[in-house]
């Protein structure tokens, strides 16, 4: 490219971040190049703990992940951690949004049954779909939104040891895990996706929260921030730009999780 000409592109590009928020342009970017590369890649999970898992067509959550999904990027530690550690007896999915741990995990093995926690109307109707889509909708029950009496209002034995507690609930982990919550359920393993600045006073909640579970569990943290493509191949002949944006989840912020384990 001539100097005249990649001057011309800087300034336009320039031009354009100071038009729209720059996150914005870069959403929208990523936006697009997810969606053409969705249409090659079909529905059926490639890579990764949920291999062979199945999509569903038209996600209710998420819609940009969906090659994410596909490629076994999505949450890709999240993925890892679940697979080292199971396969658990139950899961208990609170924020089960389309179903994607909720199903996957059972589809894959790593869950003998899963009981999934879900406000939206459309989003429990699309786990009920992607359940019967891969021949598991027997072993996976919905529920609408969840309350810190969750495991007692759900008909079953509530969890304990076997079974694992994936919560991400946008902030109201908060109210869900009271220290009473937190001590009826000691036995069972947790991994939740922590929110603190989506609520009021966050920090302090978050702070409380954790420390109530101190008394029962062993608490670790991760960040959901490493992606690693070797073998993915699909993105190869795509620019670093591009791969590594297509790796995106636009959060907002780097995404923390806290894994709680019972103390022995």
Known sequence: MSPLRET????AADLCVDLGREHRLL???RGR???RLAGSLGNTVRHGPFAGFELPNGATWGASDHSLKVLGLYEQSVQTLV???GPFARLFCLGAA???YGVGMVRAGLAGRSLNWEMAPRSRATIEE???????EGRVAVFGAAGSGFDIECGEAPP???DLVLIDVEGAEYDILTSGTLARLCQATFLIELH????????AREAHMLDAASEHFEIRFFDDCVRDLGGIDELADLSDDMRWLLCSEARAVQMRWAVLRPKK
């Open 160 to 162: 304990g040891a076997g």
């Open 33 to 35: 190049a997810s969606s």
């Open 196 to 203: 603190p600045f989506l609520v009021e006073e966050g920090e």
């Open 130 to 136: 992607t359940a019967r889509i891969n021949g598991v």
């Open 27 to 29: 959403s929208i970017i």
């Open 8 to 11: 011309l592109h800087r300034r």
């Open 83 to 85: 697979a080292s550690c």
């Open 98 to 100: 389309d179903g994607f």
